[in-house]
C-alpha cells in the first residue's frame, strides 16, 4: 500500500456542510452539479422599513407634510425641489409637493422634497422559522466554478436510513422561480457551511418574499410532514451522527473520471453521473511517520472494509479544491499527534500506510 504521488492523486469536490444537516444529495443536469443538504436551524431575524419612526422624527416637522400650503407670495419667490410653483393671486392654497400626508410614506420618491433619504432598515422583534430548510449551490462543471445558492422550506425525513422529501415551498428572500438566494451586500458565501450561517443569521427583508409568505410556507411544510405527505428520495442520504465537522466529497464523471471510478468501486454512493460519499475533519493525523495533516476521512465502508482519506485546499467558490489519498484500514490511527521528525522529501513521505484502490 502507498500514498498517490503528487501528480496521480485524483482531484475531488469537499463541499463544507451545515453543522445540523441531516440529509444530503448530490445530482447533474446536463453541465451543472447540485449538492443540497437539508439542515434544521435557529429562527431567522428580520429587520423591517421603520416608516413611522420616519414620520415621527421627520415628517411631523416638516413643512410640506400637509395637504395644502398656506402661501403668502409677497417678496418671496417659491420653488421646491421638483420645480418653480406659479401664482396670480397672493391668497390662493397650493397643494402639497409632498404625498406622504395623504398617501404615506410608500408613495415618495427619495431624497424627498425636503432632501430626507427616507426610512432606514431596523431590526425587528419578529423571527422566522428556520426548522425545515434545504441549502442547495450548484457548480458549472465546464468552468470548475461556483453558480448559484439556492434555498427552500422543505423537510427531509428519515425513515429506517432512506430520506423522504415534502414539497419545496419558497422562503424569505428568494426568488419565487427558481430558489435563488438573494444575497444583496452580503458577500457570497464559500460554501453550504457558511450558506447556512449568513443565511440564518443575517437579516432578513420583505424585498423578495414577505414574511407571511414564508411563516404560511413553514406552516405548510409542517403539516405534510404530521400528515406523511412526502415522497422517497432514492438519491439522497443520511449524514452518519457525529459532532465533528462534516463535509461531503463528491467527483463527477465528466471532470473527474478517475475519482469517479474510484470512489464508485470502493463502496460510495452512485447518482448517474456524480459519486459522492460523507466525510468528517480529523486534525493534526499522522499520516505517515513524518507527514501531520488535517485529513477528512468516511466512516468504514462494508463493501473493502476500509476507510477513504481526502485532503481539502480551500479554494473558494471553485469545484476542485481537494484530492483523494487512497484507503486506510478501518483500524488507522486518526488521533491527533504532533511532528517530531524532520519533514522528508516528498517521494520519501509517500510510505505503505495508504492504497490507491
Given at each position: 500500500?502507498?500514498?498517490?504521488?503528487?501528480?496521480e492523486?485524483?482531484?475531488?469536490?469537499?463541499?463544507?456542510?451545515?453543522?445540523?444537516?441531516?440529509?444530503?444529495?448530490?445530482?447533474?443536469?446536463?453541465?451543472?452539479?447540485?449538492?443540497?443538504?437539508?439542515?434544521?436551524?435557529?429562527p431567522?431575524?428580520?429587520?423591517?422599513?421603520?416608516?413611522?419612526?420616519?414620520?415621527?422624527?421627520?415628517?411631523?416637522?416638516?413643512?410640506?407634510?400637509?395637504?395644502?400650503?398656506?402661501?403668502?407670495?409677497?417678496?418671496?419667490?417659491?420653488?421646491?425641489?421638483?420645480?418653480?410653483?406659479?401664482?396670480?393671486?397672493?391668497?390662493?392654497?397650493?397643494?402639497?409637493?409632498?404625498?406622504?400626508?395623504?398617501?404615506?410614506?410608500?408613495?415618495?420618491?427619495?431624497?424627498?422634497?425636503?432632501?430626507?433619504?427616507?426610512?432606514?432598515?431596523?431590526?425587528?422583534?419578529?423571527?422566522?422559522?428556520?426548522?425545515?430548510?434545504?441549502?442547495?449551490?450548484?457548480?458549472?462543471?465546464?468552468?470548475?466554478?461556483?453558480?448559484?445558492?439556492?434555498?427552500?422550506?422543505?423537510?427531509?425525513?428519515?425513515?429506517?436510513?432512506?430520506?423522504?422529501?415534502?414539497?419545496?415551498?419558497?422562503?424569505?428572500?428568494?426568488?419565487?422561480?427558481?430558489?435563488?438566494?438573494?444575497?444583496?451586500?452580503?458577500?457570497?458565501?464559500?460554501?453550504?457551511?457558511?450558506a447556512?450561517?449568513?443565511?440564518?443569521?443575517?437579516?432578513?427583508?420583505?424585498?423578495?418574499?414577505?414574511?407571511?409568505?414564508?411563516?404560511?410556507?413553514?406552516?405548510d411544510v409542517?403539516?405534510?410532514?404530521?400528515?406523511?405527505?412526502?415522497?422517497?428520495?432514492?438519491?439522497?442520504?443520511?449524514?452518519?451522527?457525529?459532532?465533528?465537522?462534516?463535509?461531503?466529497?463528491?467527483?463527477?464523471?465528466?471532470?473527474?473520471?478517475?475519482?469517479?471510478?474510484?470512489?464508485?468501486?470502493?463502496?460510495?454512493?452512485?447518482?448517474?453521473?456524480v459519486?459522492?460519499?460523507?466525510?468528517?475533519?480529523?486534525?493534526?493525523?499522522?499520516?505517515?511517520?513524518?507527514?501531520?495533516?488535517?485529513?477528512?476521512?468516511?466512516?468504514?465502508?462494508?463493501s473493502?472494509?476500509?476507510?477513504?482519506?481526502?485532503?481539502?485546499?480551500?479554494?473558494?467558490?471553485?469545484?476542485?479544491?481537494?484530492?483523494?489519498?487512497?484507503?486506510?484500514?478501518?483500524?488507522?490511527?486518526?488521533?491527533?499527534?504532533?511532528?517530531?521528525?524532520?519533514?522528508?522529501?516528498?517521494?520519501?513521505?509517500?510510505?505503505?500506510?495508504?492504497?490507491?484502490?
Amino acid at each position: 500500500m502507498k500514498f498517490f504521488s503528487s501528480t496521480e492523486a485524483p482531484p475531488v469536490h469537499i463541499e463544507l456542510l451545515p453543522d445540523s444537516a441531516h440529509a444530503i444529495d448530490v445530482y447533474t443536469s446536463l453541465n451543472m452539479l447540485t449538492i443540497k443538504a437539508w439542515a434544521p436551524g435557529s429562527p431567522i431575524p428580520c429587520t423591517g422599513e421603520s416608516e413611522l419612526s420616519f414620520i415621527n422624527n421627520y415628517c411631523h416637522q416638516c413643512e410640506f407634510y400637509c395637504s395644502e400650503i398656506d402661501v403668502d407670495l409677497e417678496g418671496r419667490e417659491l420653488s421646491t425641489s421638483h420645480g418653480e410653483l406659479y401664482c396670480v393671486d397672493p391668497s390662493v392654497r397650493f397643494a402639497s409637493p409632498c404625498s406622504a400626508y395623504d398617501e404615506g410614506v410608500d408613495s415618495i420618491s427619495f431624497p424627498c422634497t425636503a432632501g430626507y433619504n427616507g426610512p432606514q432598515s431596523e431590526p425587528t422583534d419578529q423571527k422566522l422559522s428556520a426548522e425545515y430548510m434545504v441549502y442547495g449551490r450548484t457548480y458549472d462543471l465546464t468552468n470548475d466554478f461556483f453558480h448559484k445558492d439556492y434555498v427552500a422550506i422543505q423537510a427531509a425525513v428519515v425513515n429506517r436510513n432512506s430520506v423522504y422529501l415534502t414539497d419545496a415551498l419558497s422562503a424569505i428572500n428568494t426568488y419565487h422561480d427558481d430558489s435563488h438566494v438573494c444575497w444583496g451586500e452580503t458577500n457570497v458565501p464559500a460554501n453550504l457551511l457558511e450558506a447556512e450561517a449568513t443565511f440564518t443569521t443575517s437579516f432578513a427583508n420583505e424585498d423578495l418574499c414577505s414574511f407571511d409568505t414564508h411563516i404560511n410556507n413553514a406552516t405548510d411544510v409542517e403539516s405534510y410532514v404530521d400528515d406523511e405527505n412526502y415522497e422517497l428520495c432514492s438519491s439522497a442520504i443520511t449524514l452518519p451522527t457525529t459532532t465533528r465537522p462534516q463535509a461531503l466529497v463528491a467527483a463527477a464523471i465528466t471532470s473527474m473520471p478517475n475519482a469517479f471510478v474510484l470512489l464508485g468501486s470502493s463502496g460510495c454512493h452512485i447518482n448517474k453521473n456524480v459519486v459522492y460519499i460523507p466525510v468528517c475533519l480529523y486534525s493534526d493525523v499522522a499520516i505517515d511517520e513524518d507527514t501531520v495533516s488535517n485529513v477528512w476521512v468516511t466512516e468504514v465502508l462494508p463493501s473493502i472494509n476500509k476507510r477513504l482519506m481526502f485532503v481539502y485546499f480551500d479554494n473558494e467558490h471553485t469545484f476542485t479544491n481537494a484530492v483523494y489519498l487512497g484507503q486506510i484500514d478501518s483500524n488507522f490511527n486518526l488521533q491527533p499527534c504532533k511532528l517530531t521528525l524532520p519533514q522528508s522529501s516528498e517521494p520519501e513521505a509517500r510510505d505503505n500506510n495508504l492504497s490507491p484502490a
